[in-house]
């Protein structure tokens, strides 16, 4: 009885993410799977803008389905992976990256967590202090005795 | 009292801040292109394959490339304005036939009436990779020095025509001509 329960459970777990690493690609583009491997990473870091959530390795629409032969093509010719994310930039912008790099313009973005995290403490640094200097001057406040 | 309005203008800047972002366009994702050389090509003439079209040929004037395809409504949408622009005579607009059946789009050049001076044919798409192309229709501004001033993603407006293109077509010659 819960061995078939399991079972289940298993099987379901294994479809949902089976589909996932169905690609859209009908055959492998390389037959070397330590290339092919490259050509799916990249294909999953690039944005597709013409569908603009998803990667270009999730859509079938024409763009991604050129963009995809590029990427194949420069990898073939011995580009390296910074070289192909070069070449996608300098045509469709930082826009085109799923994993953004670090640039003067969102700097402040990425600093963001930091610097938030960093006012979050002075603030409370701040009030810790001056409850603490509170409690000093009125020994008559209801926290007098505990301190 | 800071304590109170401290809260409040920072609440207040994020609301002017998402309230900007709701009506900006997500679709419309600017090019890296603006201010750089534009991507040179040398594509056979989709009336005549064995007549190139080549951006060299273009250097020292400024030009307009269209990318349009007979599947785009967009383009089909745009098409009489590209006419009236065409009959202004103000630059020559060039034509990027992009990803298209070469009958399909001299036919629609028949019919509807042909606003280019010349037109590319860019089969394979590649062209329009290197132009960062992602939806037609697409209307590039290159000035006389082979650089790219301007990027319209949109069916072309007759308002957008005037606004955009006009002004920085005469600030292009203005520039060229003071140079010579």
């Given at each position: 009885m819960t061995n078939s329960f399991f079972r289940t459970g298993l099987l379901a777990l294994l479809l949902a993410f089976g589909v996932q690493a169905l690609?859209?690609?009908?055959?492998?583009?390389?037959?070397?799977p330590v290339l092919q491997q490259r050509y799916e990473t990249i294909n999953r870091e690039l944005r597709c803008l013409v569908c603009q959530n998803q990667t270009i390795a999730d859509s079938n629409a024409t763009l991604a389905q050129d963009l995809r032969r590029e990427v194949r093509e420069m990898i073939a010719a011995g580009k390296t992976d910074a070289e192909i994310r070069e070449f996608m930039i300098d045509r469709y912008?930082?826009?085109?990256?799923?994993?953004?790099r670090l640039t003067a313009q969102n700097f402040l973005l990425w600093a963001a967590p930091a610097l938030l995290l960093l006012i979050a403490a002075v603030v409370i640094v701040r009030v810790i202090r001056r409850r603490a200097q509170e409690a000093d001057i009125e020994p008559?406040?209801?926290e007098a005795g505990q301190s | 009292m800071l304590k109170y309005i401290l809260p409040l203008v920072v609440a207040l800047l994020l609301g002017v801040f998402l309230f900007i972002g709701m009506y900006r366009d997500p679709r419309y994702v600017p090019s890296?292109?603006?201010?750089?050389p534009a991507p040179e090509f040398s594509l056979p003439s989709l009336?005549?394959?064995?007549y190139p079209v080549s951006t060299k040929e273009l250097l020292g004037q400024t030009w307009v490339l269209n990318v349009w395809g007979t599947w785009c409504g967009g383009c089909r949408q745009e098409h009489d304005t590209l006419l009236a622009i065409a009959n202004q005579k103000v630059v020559p607009l060039v034509g990027?036939?992009?990803?298209?059946d070469n009958r399909a789009a001299q036919e629609w050049l028949r019919q509807l009436g042909n606003p280019y001076a010349a037109v590319a044919e860019d089969r394979e798409g590649r062209t329009a990779i290197d132009w960062g192309?992602?939806?037609?229709p697409e209307t590039f501004l290159i000035g006389p020095d082979g650089k790219v001033l301007y990027k319209h993603i949109a069916p072309m407006t007759m308002e957008d025509w005037n606004r955009e293109f006009l002004p920085r077509i005469e600030a292009a010659r203005t520039a060229a001509g003071s140079k010579s």
């Open positions: 690609a859209i690609d009908t055959e492998a583009a390389f037959d070397d912008g930082d826009f085109v990256l799923y994993r953004p008559d406040g209801p | 890296p292109l603006i201010g750089k009336q005549d394959a064995s990027l036939n992009w990803k298209d192309v992602y939806g037609a």
